[in-house]
C-alpha cells in the first residue's frame, strides 16, 4: 500500500513539467529544479546531522564537486560523467582527511562542528586563492555544448533537468531509507548517543563514523555538479564556504533531519520563502528572508526540535494510533 | 585466563591504579572489590580497552589486550558493564540487546539471529523482550539488568561486571547475585565482579582481590581476606559483615 502510493506520488512528480502550469512555467520549473537538488544535498546531510554528526562545513564537498567537473571540463574537455565519480571520490578522499582524525581522537560535538565550519571556509579561501584557473570570487561559467549534448549533460530545456534532479533526488531519499532501515541505523544512533557504551558491545565506533560521513560527502559533492550542470556558472559564495553550509543546515532543521522527507521540506520553504519575498519585495528588504528563517529557527528549535515536517508527522502519527499503555 | 602484571594508571599526576597484578582463572568468579575510589572501575576500563593503562601488561587467553580498541576486545570475549547504568535511550530495550548481540561477535550475527539471541537474554535476566519496552521505564534494578543482558549478549568469555548491586534493596540484591551465579554456572562464563559493600559478594564469590589506593592490598578466599588486617584498616568506618 505504501509502496503503490510511493510510486503514484513519483510517477507524479515525473509529470509536473508536462503540465499546464500558465505563463510562469519556466519560473516554476526553475524553482522545482532547485528545490530537489538542495533537497538532494539536505537529505545527505542529514545522513549524519541525525546522527549527531552536525557538520556546519558541507559547503567544502559541494564547492569540490562542481569545481572539480566544471574545471575539467572547461580545460580538458572531460565530459562530466568521468567528472562526476572523481568529484565523489575526491569528496570522499577529502572527508576521510578530516574525518579520520576527528573520529580517531574523539573530536565530537561543537568541537566536530567548528572543525567542519573551517574546512568549509578554507576551501571557499582555496578556490579563491586559485584564481587562475577557477576565476576567485568572480566565479566560472561552464563552457556552452549547445542546447542539448548528452555527453557534456548540459540541456536547454528545464524539463530535461527537472526529471535529472528529480531521480537523483530519489536516489538521495533511498540511500537515507536504506541506512535507516537497517542495524546501521541502531547503531549509528548509538554512537550518537554515547560512543563509549557503543564500542564496548562491540560496534566499531570510528568506522561507522567514518563511512556516514564519507557517504554523506560524496552525495554532497554530486549534487554540486547537478547545480553547476544546471546553473552553469559557479562562485565560491554560493557553493562553499560558511554561507550554503548554514543554508543547508537551517533548512533541515526547519524541516527536520530524523524523518526522510523532512530535509526536502525543509528546503522547499526555505527556497519558497525567499523566492516569494524576492519576487513580492524584490531588493527593497534584501535580507529579510534571512531575517525570517532565522527567527522561524530559533522558535523551531525551542518548540519543534523534531523539525516543521517531523514534528506534525508525529502529531498525526500520534492521532492515528494513541499509545498502548505501557505493560 | 585473565593475568593483570603490573597494570598501572595515572590521571595527570594522579595514579588511580599502581602495579596490579593478578590472575583470574577458567570458570571463576572473583570479586574486585575496595573502598571508593581505590581503582576498581579504572581497572574495568583498562582491561575493556576503555583506558589505554599508562604501564603494564594485559593478557587474555595469552594475548596481549592492553591498549587494543575496546570493539576489538569485545570480540575477543570481554564484555563489561558500567557502575552507572548507560543504556541507549533512543532505542528500545529489545533492540539495545540486539545490537550487542549483532555487533559484539568476530563474525557479525544477522538480524533475526542476533534478536532472538536478545530475547534469550532478556528471558534470562527477566526484562520484557516486546518492541515497546524502553529503557526509559525501567527502574533502577531493571537499568542494571539492561546492562547485565546487553554484556551478555556479545558472548563473552570473561563477564567485568561494575556494581550489579549498587542502588538496589535487599530482595534485589538477593536475585542479582543469584543471577551471576547461574551465568558462571549453567552458562560457563568467568566473571570478575567489583563491589564495594563486601557482604553480599563474600558470600558467593569463590576469590577476592582487594584494592585500595590503586594498590592490591589482599588476594584469597573471601574468609580470610574478611579477616586481613590491612583490609579491615582500608575499609576503616565500613561495616564488614559476613553472613
Ligand atoms: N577519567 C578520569 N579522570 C581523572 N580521574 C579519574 C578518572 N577516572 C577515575 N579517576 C579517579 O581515579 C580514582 C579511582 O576511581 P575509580 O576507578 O572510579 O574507583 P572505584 O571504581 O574503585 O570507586 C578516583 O580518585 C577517581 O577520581
Ligand atoms: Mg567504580
Redesign the interface.
Given at each position: 500500500m505504501k509502496r503503490l502510493l510511493a510510486l503514484v506520488g513519483v510517477a507524479l512528480l515525473a509529470l509536473v513539467p508536462w503540465l499546464p502550469l500558465g505563463p510562469a512555467r519556466l519560473y516554476i520549473l526553475h524553482v522545482l529544479v532547485l528545490v530537489l537538488i538542495w533537497a538532494f544535498v539536505g537529505t545527505a546531510w542529514a545522513l549524519m546531522g541525525r546522527f549527531g554528526l552536525v557538520s556546519l562545513g558541507h559547503g567544502a564537498f559541494l564547492g569540490l564537486g562542481a569545481y572539480t567537473t566544471t574545471l575539467l571540463w572547461n580545460f580538458l574537455g572531460v565530459s562530466p560523467w568521468i567528472g562526476t565519480p572523481l568529484a565523489a571520490g575526491l569528496a570522499v578522499l577529502l572527508a576521510l582527511v578530516l574525518g579520520y582524525p576527528c573520529f580517531r581522537f574523539r573530536v565530537v560535538g561543537h568541537y566536530f562542528a567548528l572543525v567542519t565550519l573551517a574546512l568549509g571556509e578554507v576551501i571557499r579561501l582555496l578556490i579563491i586563492a586559485e584564481r587562475d584557473w577557477t576565476g576567485g570570487s568572480l566565479g566560472l561559467t561552464l563552457k556552452d555544448a549547445g542546447a542539448f549534448n548528452l555527453a557534456a549533460i548540459q540541456f536547454a530545456d528545464k524539463r530535461i533537468f527537472y526529471l535529472v534532479a528529480l531521480a537523483v533526488w530519489l536516489v538521495g531519499l533511498w540511500v537515507w531509507w536504506w541506512v535507516d532501515r537497517s542495524?546501521t541505523r541502531?547503531?549509528l544512533?548509538?554512537i550518537g548517543?554515547?560512543e563509549?557504551?557503543?564500542?564496548?558491545?562491540?560496534?566499531?565506533?570510528?568506522g561507522f563514523k567514518l563511512r556516514i560521513t564519507l557517504l554523506s560527502a560524496g552525495l554532497t559533492a554530486v549534487g554540486g555538479v547537478l547545480y553547476a550542470q544546471y546553473v552553469t556558472y559557479i562562485n565560491p559564495g554560493t557553493l562553499a564556504g560558511i554561507g550554503v553550509s548554514l543554508q543547508i543546515v537551517f533548512a533541515v532543521v526547519l524541516g527536520g533531519m530524523y524523518t526522510l522527507l523532512g530535509p526536502t521540506v525543509g528546503t522547499a520553504l526555505t527556497i519558497a520563502l525567499a523566492e516569494y519575498l524576492r519576487v513580492a519585495f524584490g531588493v527593497r528588504f534584501l535580507g529579510m528572508a534571512d531575517t525570517i528563517y532565522g527567527l522561524a529557527l530559533v522558535l523551531i528549535i525551542i518548540f519543534l526540535p523534531a523539525g516543521l515536517y517531523g514534528g506534525l508527522r508525529e502529531l498525526v502519527l500520534r492521532r492515528a494510533a494513541p499509545p498502548?499503555a505501557?505493560? | 585466563m585473565l593475568s593483570l602484571e603490573n597494570v598501572s594508571r595515572t590521571f595527570g599526576g594522579f595514579r588511580a591504579l599502581q602495579g596490579v597484578s593478578f590472575e583470574v582463572k577458567q570458570g571463576e568468579l572473583l570479586g574486585l572489590i575496595g573502598p571508593n575510589g581505590s581503582g576498581k572501575t579504572t581497572l574495568f576500563n583498562c582491561v575493556?580497552?576503555?583506558l589505554r593503562p599508562s604501564a603494564g601488561s594485559i593478557r587474555f587467553r595469552g594475548e596481549e589486550v592492553g591498549g587494543l580498541?575496546?570493539?576489538r576486545i569485545?570480540?575477543r570475549g570481554i564484555?563489561?558493564t558500567?557502575q552507572i547504568p548507560?543504556?541507549?535511550?533512543?532505542?528500545s530495550v529489545l533492540?539495545n540487546v540486539?545490537?550487542?548481540a549483532?555487533?559484539?561477535?568476530m563474525t557479525r550475527e544477522p538480524?533475526a539471529a542476533?534478536r532472538a539471541r536478545a530475547r534469550d537474554v532478556l528471558r534470562l535476566v527477566g526484562l520484557?523482550s516486546?518492541e515497546?519496552a524502553r529503557p526509559g521505564?525501567l527502574g533502577a534494578a531493571g537499568l542494571k539488568k539492561l546492562e547485565l543482558a546487553?554484556?551478555l549478549?556479545?558472548g563473552p568469555a570473561l563477564l567485568l561486571a561494575d556494581e550489579t548491586l549498587g542502588g538496589l534493596d535487599l530482595e534485589e540484591m538477593r536475585q542479582a547475585a543469584g543471577l551471576l551465579r547461574r551465568i558462571r554456572d549453567e552458562m560457563g562464563i568467568t566473571i570478575v565482579w567489583v563491589e564495594h559493600i563486601m557482604a553480599t559478594l563474600m558470600r558467593v564469590v569463590d576469590r577476592v582481590v582487594v584494592l585500595d589506593h590503586g594498590e592490591k592490598i589482599a588476594e584469597g578466599m573471601p574468609r580470610e581476606v574478611a579477616e586481613d588486617p590491612r583490609v579491615i584498616e582500608a575499609y576503616l568506618g565500613e561495616k564488614l559483615v559476613l553472613g
Open positions: 542495524m541502531s547503531a544512533e548509538a548517543e554515547d563509549t557504551a557503543a564500542a564496548s558491545v562491540g560496534i566499531p565506533v570510528t498502548r505501557a505493560t | 575493556s580497552g576503555a580498541t575496546p570493539d569485545c570480540h564484555a563489561r558500567f548507560r543504556p541507549f535511550k533512543k532505542l533492540e540486539a545490537l550487542a549483532h555487533f559484539g561477535h538480524d542476533a520484557p516486546d515497546a521505564l546487553r554484556a549478549a556479545t
